[in-house]
């Protein structure tokens, strides 16, 4: 079946270096990628690190448009099928960084995209940024975001990350089981992305949706979508 692949973008707003939060955002792709491989499902892939476009992020502020590097940066997240975004926790929150850029994307563009939301802190304890900072803001966005979200406080990465023996596997919930979780759910709406064209797949679980069938197969991916939302509400108190 001829199309053109699904566009992964994930967005680094991590300033480390190294930086914890974009080994985060490796580990996310590495298991959306590797879901979406078993559904024979073709993918571009590109990574964003707000990092290296901090000045023309602020440049573009001041602007009122996206300039400079921050141009390519924003259409790259503005043409994305299906987004995983990453944010360090500063002072309780995503950090101004995160916020400056979500703040230049297109509102009608991120319609509908589904997203993968993921935080890293150095507390434990603060892992609620990710309910309540940024799912609001993806849901203000019309974005869909998935039931589960992703966080990882340094003490995560002391149960092992997972390049050495998956010691973060030793603990239920762990943060790899989280991370392959969010990705199953996000690319479980695979059949509502893609509104700009069909997308490749030569699985018989992921087909290129015609024009007069996208109607019913957007209607089956909310259904889907409410399916995991009430398995989510089931789970009420697991650990994100
Ligand atoms: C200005 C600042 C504020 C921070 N505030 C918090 C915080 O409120 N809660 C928390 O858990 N960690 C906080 N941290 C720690 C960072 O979130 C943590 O080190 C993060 O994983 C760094 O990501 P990076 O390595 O990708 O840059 C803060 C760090 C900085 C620099």
């Known amino acids: 079946m001829t199309g053109r692949a699904l566009r992964v973008v994930a967005v680094n707003a991590g300033l480390g270096q190294p930086s914890s939060t974009r ?39 001041n602007a009122g448009f996206a300039t400079g590097s921050a141009a390519p940066a924003v259409a790259d997240v503005e043409a994305a099928d299906m987004l995983i975004v990453a944010t ?29 939301i993921a935080a890293t802190g150095g507390s434990p304890r603060h892992s609620m940024v990710l309910d309540h900072a940024l799912r609001p803001l993806f849901a203000f966005l019309r974005a869909v975001v998935v039931p589960t979200g992703v966080y990882a406080a340094q ?11 998956d010691g973060a596997r030793a603990v239920e919930g762990g943060l790899l089981d989280r991370i392959d979780r969010a990705a199953a759910e996000l690319v479980a709406l ?5 509104p700009a ?37 089931a789970e009420v108190g697991a650990p994100h």
Not at 31 to 59: C, F, K, M, N, P
Not at 155 to 165: F, L, R, S, T, Y
Not at 190 to 194: E, I, R
Request: a negative charge.
């Open 155 to 165: 003490e995560d990465w002391a149960q092992g990350d997972g390049a050495h023996g």
């Open 190 to 194: 695979v059949p509502m992305t893609s």
């Open 197 to 233: 064209g069909p997308v490749a797949a030569t699985s018989p679980n992921v087909r290129a949706v015609p024009d007069d069938q996208r109607t019913a197969s957007e209607s089956a991916g909310i259904a889907t979508f409410a399916r995991l939302l009430s398995r989510q509400s």
């Open 88 to 116: 360090p926790v500063f002072n309780g929150s995503y950090s101004g960084l995160f916020k400056s850029f979500v703040d230049l994307l297109d509102r009608a563009a991120m319609d509908g995209t589904p997203v993968i």
């Open 23 to 61: 080994m985060l955002v490796d580990r996310t792709v590495d298991a959306v990628v590797a879901e979406l491989g078993r559904r024979r499902v073709d993918v571009e892939l590109s990574v964003v690190d707000l990092r290296e476009h901090a000045v023309d992020i602020a440049r573009s502020m």
